[in-house]
């Protein structure tokens, strides 16, 4: 699947020079030999979905991030993968691996674009994971094997427009009616809403507590009007999420989740996830400026010959290096149960503005051809400066580290 620029054509008619760029070249970045700390089931699973990218998403995915449009065909094709809920318990569909292969699978998805990791972040981290762990044994059973299998499309409903970074403002309430919950409030920034089936809702009850609630995106009273105003993310689905005197079965309330911490344990998982995925998104755009620096001639020479051109690119594949080790790290600690929160916001902060900065440099290493749709460097740049503010702002895990080694509450 060779782009060989020289034969191509940009928009508007102009031809691009003797760069080439072909993605199925990618074979990864490992500088220091981490595949030595990974077993033998873990490579497999990890290149399994590698050739899977190459072969069935890189072809398709600016074409997609061009018209707003989200693959949705895919969606079979994560579940046959084991790509949705993968380290969840085999007992409810879930994928039963470690959280390292959990990572792995994130980066490589994240290769192609971060809208596809984030589906598979929220169906996973955001939807499965809190009914796994907060839901009662019907609700499992009827949800979680058809969430695995991508027969049901779930959403995570938390933000509101007047509550993002401080979600135990929210306005959202579960008022109490008999066997019922009515359901009022406006959620925002919900990845595959007007597309899913089943919304985990956030809401106060009438003791002011936080709640959780699976809403039925048909029911009566629920809207999910798209958010289609925006340059990143533009291959996944974004919407809102307006619930107006919603009625749900009383046992639809996850009855194990009680305040703030329900939520904000989901987002733990989900931000290990981002952790590993951005390092994906991050070795896509070196990958990219690396190959072009290796052919593109100016005075007579290959750019990479030049020492400025050759910082960018060692600075590039440090930083990517730092990320993995602490991506793996991290993923030892979670699979020996000691993770603690403190340490994903860490990783998070850290992994999400290294990928945003290798983006950046990358782009300037490829010279004007960087913002063209043919190489997939603006895209990941412009999809970046989403990743860099959901589910915790850098500057909210600034604060929740800083806290963490000072003991000082920024928040209270
Ligand atoms: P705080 O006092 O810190 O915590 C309240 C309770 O929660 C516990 N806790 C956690 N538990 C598990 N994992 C975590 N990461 C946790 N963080 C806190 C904590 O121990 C406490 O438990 P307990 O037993 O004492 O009650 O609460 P705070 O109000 O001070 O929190 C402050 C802050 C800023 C850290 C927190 O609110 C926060 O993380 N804010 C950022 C929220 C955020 O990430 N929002 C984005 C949501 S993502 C989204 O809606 C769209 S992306 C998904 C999509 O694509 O669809």
């Given at each position: 699947m060779s782009t060989s620029l020289s034969d191509s054509v940009a928009v508007d008619g102009a031809t691009l020079g003797s760069a080439t760029y072909d993605p199925a070249a990618y074979d990864g970045l490992d500088y220091v030999g981490?595949?030595?700390?990974?077993t033998d089931e873990q490579r497999a699973i990890r290149d399994e979905v590698r050739a899977f990218v190459t072969a069935e998403v890189l072809p398709l995915i600016e074409e997609h991030a061009q018209a707003m449009t989200?693959?949705?065909?895919l969606a079979k094709d994560f579940a046959r993968l084991g790509l949705?809920?993968?380290?969840?318990?085999?007992?409810?569909?879930?994928?039963?691996?470690s959280n390292i292969t959990y990572g792995l699978m994130m980066q490589e998805i994240e290769r192609a674009d971060s809208g596809l990791r984030s589906f598979c972040s929220v169906q996973g981290s955001l939807v499965m994971y809190p009914i796994w762990r907060y839901g009662s044994e019907a609700q499992k059973r009827r949800w979680l094997p058809a969430l695995a299998q991508a027969d049901a499309i779930g959403c995570f409903a938390l933000t509101e427009p007047d509550h993002g970074s401080d979600?135990?403002?929210?306005e959202t309430r579960a008022t109490r009616d008999g066997g019922e919950y009515v359901l009022t409030g406006h959620k925002r920034w919900s990845t595959n809403a007007s597309e899913g089936d089943v919304a985990v809702v956030w809401a106060k009850d009438d003791e002011g507590e936080i709640g959780g609630f699976l809403v039925?995106?048909?029911?009566?009273g629920v809207s999910t009007p798209r958010i289609?105003?925006?340059?990143?993310?533009?291959a996944a689905i974004t919407s809102e999420v307006i619930l107006d005197e919603v009625r749900i079965p009383?046992?639809?309330?996850?009855?194990?989740a009680q305040g703030l911490k329900g939520p904000l344990s989901c987002l733990t998982q989900a931000r290990y996830g981002i952790a590993w995925g951005v390092i994906g998104a991050a070795t896509a755009c070196y990958d990219a400026a690396l190959q072009h620096a290796k052919n593109r001639i100016q005075f007579d020479r290959p750019?990479?010959?030049?020492q400025l051109i050759q910082e960018r690119l060692v600075d590039m594949m440090q930083e990517i290096t730092k990320a993995q080790l602490l991506a793996w790290r991290l993923g030892t600690l979670k699979d020996q149960g000691t993770l603690r929160p403190q340490q994903v916001s860490l990783a998070k902060r850290n992994n999400c503005q290294m990928a945003a900065d290798v983006a950046r440099s990358a782009r300037q290493v490829l010279g004007?051809?960087?913002?063209?749709?043919?190489?997939?460097v603006m895209r990941h740049m412009a999809n970046l400066e989403s990743v860099l503010t959901y589910e915790g702002t850098h500057e909210v895990h600034t604060l929740i580290v800083g806290r963490d080694i000072t003991g000082l509450n920024a928040f209270a």
């Open positions: 981490l595949d030595d700390l990974l989200f693959p949705m065909h949705l809920g993968p380290n969840l318990p085999t007992e409810y569909g879930g994928g039963g691996h979600p135990g403002g929210m039925e995106l048909d029911r009566p289609m105003d925006k340059w990143s993310l533009r009383a046992s639809n309330r996850l009855p194990e750019i990479g010959q030049f004007g051809n960087g913002v063209l749709g043919m190489y997939p």
